[in-house]
């Protein structure tokens, strides 16, 4: 648990505070605390900023609903600035990007960029599902699996997966690309519906790679 008393605030009584995603570690935004904040911050488990041109306090997602979970919080080595690492449940940004740093200036064409664009789609199918999952939508199909509960998303995985065979065994590669999106789309919601965080997943893949080749990789 952070010491609040240790947070050192400038002369107008602020501190930079950078909120992460827990899950993939990309950089959300950079907000203002002020000391009533940051408590509310603790206090409630979601983020609470100063608004600096609007000289109030402002709780995110309290009108769009995109809330963000804190699951850990730190200063840094100067105690000056605030890491808030959350599970967002929708778009950070007032755009509605992900982040709001979605402007690229440099490194846009690089390859690792593909590997973040990636990543960065299951984050987002990750925080829909989890937004979904708490507001439960009229419509959403989402909202219908969840409502269903866990012997509905079994059976629906357990068919996505028979599809997935199916269209493997058939050499259909538009077919084989678009069960497994079903698929994925499907464990995503049961790993939602066991409380369990894609990035418990990857850290799996993660440490299995560490430890041998990824082509001797096993189950």
Known sequence: MINLEAVKFDEKGLVPAIVQNASTKEVLT???MNGESLVKT????ETWFWSRSRGELWHKGATSGNTQHVVEMRYDCDQDAVLVLVE?????????EETCFHEVVLGGDSGASDSSKSSSILSRLESVIASRAVDKPEGSYTTYLFEEGVDKILKKVGEEAAEVIIAAKNRDR???????ADLFFHVMVLLREQDVNLEEVLAVLEERHAKKPSDEQEE
Do not use: D, Q
Request: with cysteine; net charge negative; hydrophobic share 30%.
């Open 30 to 32: 950079l907000a203002y």
């Open 42 to 45: 603790v206090e409630t488990r």
């Open 88 to 96: 967002p449940n929708g778009p950070a940004c007032h755009k509605g």
């Open 174 to 180: 538009g077919e084989l690309t678009w069960e497994v």
